[in-house]
C-alpha cells in the first residue's frame, strides 16, 4: 500500500526539475554555440582556405556543456535504458530490487561527482585544451554540478520507492 510522498521530497522534486530544465537551456544554447562553431570553422577552413587555429578547443568544450546537460535532463526525463527482468521473474522482488539498483545508481554518480570536483585534474597535462591552454577545471565543476543534479534525482526516486510511491520506479517512467 502506498503512502503519501511528503511534501519535502516533492518540493526537493520541483526543485530538481527546474534545476534540469536549466541545465536543458544551457545544453541547448551548446547546441546553438557548437552549431555556429562547426559552420564558421567549416567557412574558414574550406572557403578562405585559412583554419582557425584553436577551433577544436572551443568546440570540445561546448561539447562538454551539451554533453553534460543532456546528462542532468536526461536522468530526469527517463531517457536512460534499463532492463526489468527481475519483476517479471519475481514480480514480488521488484521494488525491492528497484531499491538496490537506486541505491548502486546513487552511489557510483556520488562517487563520479565528488571525483570531478576533487579529484578530476590530477594530471596537469590534462587540465589544459591542447591548442588554447584553456583550463579544463571549470568544466570539471560543470560536470560535477550535471553528475550532482543526476544523483539527486535518483536519490529522490529512491526516498520515493522507499517511501512507496508507485510511480518513483525508474521502470515506472519508462512505461
Not at 541547448?28 to 567557412?43: D, E, H, M, Q, R
Request: charged share 15%.
Amino acid at each position: 500500500m502506498a503512502r503519501h510522498t511528503p511534501n519535502v521530497i516533492k518540493r526537493c522534486d520541483v526543485i530538481v526539475a527546474r534545476l534540469a530544465t536549466g541545465l536543458a537551456i544551457v545544453g541547448g544554447l551548446g547546441i546553438v554555440a557548437l552549431i555556429c562553431t562547426i559552420a564558421v570553422s567549416v567557412f574558414w577552413r574550406y572557403v578562405l582556405n585559412d583554419p582557425i587555429f584553436g577551433i577544436n578547443d572551443f568546440a570540445t568544450l561546448t561539447l562538454i556543456l551539451v554533453a553534460g546537460a543532456s546528462v542532468a535532463y536526461g536522468a530526469r526525463n527517463g531517457a536512460y535504458v534499463s532492463v526489468d527482468v527481475i519483476s517479471q521473474l519475481i514480480p514480488k522482488m521488484s521494488r525491492i530490487a528497484d531499491v538496490v539498483m537506486l541505491l548502486a545508481t546513487f552511489s557510483i554518480i556520488s562517487l563520479a561527482c565528488y571525483a570531478l570536483f576533487v579529484k578530476a585534474c590530477g594530471f596537469e597535462k590534462a587540465c589544459v585544451t591542447s591548442d588554447l591552454n584553456i583550463e579544463h577545471r571549470y568544466f570539471y565543476y560543470y560536470l560535477g554540478v550535471c553528475l550532482g543534479v543526476y544523483a539527486l534525482e535518483v536519490g529522490l526516486s529512491l526516498l520515493k520507492s522507499i517511501w512507496g510511491d508507485s510511480g518513483a520506479s525508474p521502470m515506472a517512467k519508462a512505461h
